[in-house]
């Protein structure tokens, strides 16, 4: 059994938290919290509780939380930490893991450099075997990956060219804008391309990035210049074989992603996460080698899988056996229409 | 085991769906649907699915969905029918249920003099024992009866004088406004008085509503005059005794009702759902014999405990069998802060 430390239980670490609590092959030895506020305190009911240091302990003692040690302790009893620190904290981070000799796995937020490999699960899973400190890249850029390398794959892709509406904050922050205004970055390529190219060696990609005012999910139009020119029925049969993906239908009903975030939530799930990326059948187009589609992502929750599977990885697993150890304990069966 | 049709699977039908499921003395015996859409497929994995008529049968079959019957077949073979169907149905839909001699729960949508009785479980469970057709008050009535009705018990109730933020639309819809704007109610007192009336007999009350931009929950500024003048801690810990209830606190990071729906996700519950009716305890001030506190609803599924109950009420079962049964299998144990 793989002890698997969470530092960090924000939007991600929760949910690597409770996807590797359902896993027969590894478990939870704790997580660090920074400040004792409502998760902190439902998250007690389910998982040993440790803090950055001794002051915060104490803080915490203070509002009524056990907790059972420091970060330093708890990276002493476990196999490998999960970060999910703020953005940015990750290379600070990392110096403390190498001191302590623990595997790490840093999040998309993080600098590729400062690992020894960036990791998606359906483009370059192999890369990650037996490595001790992985990045799984971002929400967007895990959307990216899965549904673009089995078209590369299958089709072989001369050019992607993406543009990603991201969602102006997550469904639990109440501070952050804009929440009636479209704001376009500047930077072209945004840094979606370069994040991208580390789990997708080769490819030949741009990205351009705005904000919209709304929480659910970020939303990417894709275009693709293939080097083939299959069929449409091709495209959707390529697409429908990986279990991350799911077709969804406007026909019966799902417009827009308040549907798409609807029918997570009919799915039973913990947290009514939606781990599949979903693309609307109705906008697949295809026009000789260019493909156009559209993509919706659940930036909360899709990159679980890929941590489940990543700490597989590090520990010399095969890449199907983990993916199907993954899905099947998330509940993901792929959907067909 | 009484076996209970669900006619109409929208927001509540879908929930009361669920809810009837896990109890120990009721089942589904089948859902009525209008459209073959994205939520009738899912639905079909767990409950026998119906159409309204056989032309629907046909289209649903011819959309690969299995259906049972119709809802005629449907009434025929259940004890009691809930009606879940757009507002302003239910009286139509009562002369079929009569029809065929089934016991029926309107939502609170319908009015209230086309049943036998209103109803709230905590304000008026008695009136509707063995009862063949009830309505349980709506989303906002029932988060109203839910907190006045403790105080009214333990210090007596002058005047109740309630502010209804309502949300405007439900997660799940794209298409209803405002989305930018404040949308007041010029009647005065909103129709949410004269519902309160139904489930609290000669209660004092005046509702002001106002839809404001926010899909997520309603929130209630409400101020009561009370017959006497109890402390703070004596309003507090009444309003703990009821498990219906939670005591949210902003100090613990609960500042706004995005991170009241982020406390439920937290709780692993079936669609993220808060059956309980939230009210921050910062809010809550007295002076002399005026309380004032705040509270966040969430629309979509306070009233699911309360329907329920009523079906447990119509075959005479007694108040706190039920709502303990009811309580213990949706996981509704109160919190304490």
Known sequence: MI????????TIGRRVAYGVSIQDDMYVTGIVKNSPDYVTKLASRNFNIYTPDMDKKR????????????????????????DGTPEGNGEKNLKLYRQ???????EGGEKSTVVESSFNSYSNYPKSLNKNYVRVVSC???ALARSVSPLKEKF????VNATIMRRATDPNDNKKGPINAIEPS??????????LKTVMDGINVETSAIKVPTTLMHVHVINLELKSEPGIDEVISELSTKRRLILINDKEG??????????????????SDLYEIAIWKGSINIYKNKVHYIQAVHQESDVIPENIDAIRAMFGTDPDLSRDKTDASLGIKGVEY
């Open 3 to 10: 002890g698997v430390a969470i530092n960090g239980y924000g």
């Open 59 to 82: 803080e915490f003692e203070a509002h009524g939380i056990r907790v059972k040690g420091t970060l330093e302790d708890l990276l002493s009893e476990s196999d490998i930490v999960v």
């Open 100 to 106: 302590y000799g623990i595997k790490a796995i840093l």
């Open 140 to 142: 967007n850029t895990t």
């Open 156 to 159: 072989g892709v001369q050019e």
């Open 186 to 195: 500047m930077s072209y390529p945004s840094h979606h391309a370069e994040d």
């Open 254 to 271: 799902v417009n827009s992603t308040a549907q798409v975030m609807d029918y997570a939530r009919e799915l039973s799930r913990n947290r």
